[in-house]
């Protein structure tokens, strides 16, 4: 059974800093390009990032651009976020999910809580 | 950037009617078009995927039809727990999601 847990969700002040972490089980992690995607409260989703299998390609939507930084470690079975120079618009439910820009996000965590607030 | 318009915003229906939502695309996207169902507190889920294939273990009422910038997402007889948020997305240029469509039962 696939499944992939966040972590690292807390509330944080404007310009402050947070990594997130997806733990994933039940499949070949190596093998699947990932995603973060994120909701703000009462809106649609929104892409963030996304990282090939190998780690070696990276993606970022033009939002958080030049502050958010994907990346994985495959012998852990984990993606990770580092988010700086976070914003009150930065505020939401960040999901992991199977998938990138050549897959669809087949399967998806439960989600993680980031609050940017002073 | 390809943007995704779905409508209506909300649709309220009863069980055992019909649910037809809309996804237009200010571009072709050929039939990069997938629909995802979102539960409040909830993993979203895929539906369908490629404009038309049912994803795994997802029920037959669900059916998704449409090529180029116009989509149905089709639920055929609404049972309680297809209340949820709906929205489609696009990856024939990039990664975009529609507004989404809440149908309330």
């Known amino acids: 059974e696939v499944q992939l847990l966040e972590s690292g969700g807390a509330s944080v002040q404007p310009g402050g800093s947070l990594r997130l972490s997806c733990a994933a089980s039940?499949?070949?992690?190596?093998?699947?390009?990932m995603s973060w995607v994120r909701q703000a409260s009462g809106k649609g989703l929104e892409w963030v990032s996304g990282?090939?299998?190998?780690?070696?390609?990276?993606y970022y939507a033009d939002s958080v651009q030049g502050r958010f930084i994907i990346s994985r470690d495959n012998s852990r079975n984990t993606l990770y976020v580092q988010m700086n120079r976070l914003r009150v618009e930065d505020t939401a439910i960040y999901y992991c999910?199977?998938?990138?820009?050549?897959?669809?996000?087949?399967?998806w965590g439960q989600g993680t809580l980031v609050t940017v607030s002073s | 950037e390809i943007v995704l318009t779905q409508s209506p915003a909300t649709l309220s229906l009863s069980p055992g009617e019909r649910a037809t939502l809309s996804c237009r695309a200010s571009?072709?996207?050929?039939?990069?078009l997938a629909w995802y169902q979102h539960k409040p507190g909830q993993a979203p889920r895929l539906l369908i995927y490629?404009?038309?294939n049912r994803a795994t273990d997802i029920p037959a009422r669900f059916s998704g039809s449409g090529s180029g910038t116009d989509f149905i997402l089709t639920i055929s007889s609404l049972e309680p727990e297809d209340s949820a948020v709906y929205y489609c997305?696009?990856?024939?240029?990039?990664?975009?999601f529609g507004g989404g469509t809440k149908v309330e039962i």
């Open positions: 999910a199977i998938g990138g820009s050549s897959t669809w996000f087949q399967d």
């Open positions: 039940g499949f070949t992690f190596s093998s699947y390009a």
């Open positions: 571009q072709s996207v050929s039939n990069f």
């Open positions: 490629d404009a038309s």
């Open positions: 990282i090939s299998g190998s780690g070696g390609s990276t």
């Open positions: 997305q696009q990856r024939y240029n990039w990664l975009s």
